[in-house]
Nanobody
Framework: QVQFVESGGGLVQPGGSLRLSCAAS????????MGWYRQAPGKQRELVAA???????SYADSVKGRFTISRDNAKNTVYLQMNSLKPEDTAVYYC????????????WGQGTQVTVSS
């Protein structure tokens, strides 16, 4: 059974930074692309960043130039460095393996809350 455990969220002022971590169980980690999603209140969950098995990366336009995704296969962990945070980045952030641009697994972790507010 796959499990994702997200951490690192919190309350930060606009312009601040946070680093999120997602620890994944299972032996699949190194062979699959991984993605960070977020869901704001009243909105659908959206993919904001992805990292391939070869460490190629892609980003949603809304976070490009501010967020950086990375992975450590030895630790089965994917990270999201978030800089220059804006109030519109406020959301619960989740990770999942990717099949194309879609989440691979139906079981999501509990997510980590990011709140950007002064």
């Amino acid at each position: 059974q796959v499990q994702f455990v997200e951490s690192g969220g919190g309350l930060v002022q606009p312009g601040g930074s946070l680093r999120l971590s997602c620890a994944a169980s299972g032996s699949f980690f190194s062979i699959y692309a991984m993605g960070w999603y977020r869901q704001a209140p009243g909105k659908q969950r959206e993919l904001v960043a992805a990292v391939g098995s070869g460490r190629s990366t892609s980003y949603a336009d809304s976070v490009k130039g501010r967020f950086t995704i990375s992975r450590d296969n030895a630790k089965n962990t994917v990270y999201l460095q978030m800089n220059s945070l804006k109030p519109e980045d406020t959301a619960v952030y989740y990770c999942n393996a990717l099949r194309g641009l879609n989440p691979m697994y139906d079981d999501w972790g509990q997510g980590t809350q990011v709140t950007v507010s002064s």
